[in-house]
């Protein structure tokens, strides 16, 4: 049984392939000294590995099929995170996300959350929340409907403030230019005079919680980034992420982010749009 549904796994396959160039690999090696070697393992068997650890969790080992070894599961995660294919998958994603029912950029929100990284790494550190344990935060930005737009990794003792910055500076480059007058909606993590000045370099609307006052999350417009960070969470791998390096972290928060995109794009499309094989229950088959 595939991990992901069809209609969610084909299409990014689609996009991803085109990203990676799947059409100019060779069947082996063109400098191998011999002329000869064993024959590359395919894209699409890594790639569904590596949706499999996603989802699951689980160590390259545990997902790894006859043919396809841990080792190379490695090997090709890494290169096409050091590519940043994931990125723009999501950019992509957007992108169709907008062409057919239209993003809503007049309000954005912002929040980090904290999860576990027992093996340490690049962007791991004390959890604050954990008994100092090794976690990772994600800071996450979304629109008014809570789809991801970007996504920053940092350690788990990070601020949220200081990373407001970086994952704001994402969002032109993922959907082009906001509206003027975009409001950013935060929590109270980011009451400070530090923050509204930024926001106002940038160009940005606030509404900003403020610190010593109970602010219950049903009010005002921040809620739906809590739900995507729920979202989000339902991946193991984000979960508890063990790999140590930074972009190989980034790799898998963006894929879960384009997932997140297009599972809502079919959910949604499905009551504008007619096709064939087109789901009929918010369960996609």
Known sequence: MPVLPASLIEPLWVQFSELIGTADRHAFDPSHPLGCHRRRVCDRVVFDCVIAALVHGSGYERVAVPGCSDRT?????????????TKQLLADALHGYDRMLGLDLDDLSVDGSITKS???GEVSGPSPVDR???????SVVTDAAGLPLHLVAAAANAHDSPLLEPTLAGVPDTVGPLPDGACVHLDAGYDSGKTRDLLHILGYQHQIATKGQPAPIQVGKRWVVERTHSWMNGYGKLRRSTDKTKPVVE???????????????????????????????????
């Open 73 to 85: 599961i490695r090997r090709r995660l890494h290169a096409w995170a050091q590519q940043g294919v």
């Open 118 to 120: 027992p093996c340490g």
């Open 132 to 138: 100092a344990k090794q976690g990772t935060k994600r």
């Open 251 to 285: 790799f898998f928060l963006f894929l879960a982010a384009a997932i997140t995109v297009i599972r809502r794009l079919i959910n949604t499309a499905r009551t504008h749009y007619r096709w064939d094989r087109r789901p009929t229950t918010r369960r996609l088959p």
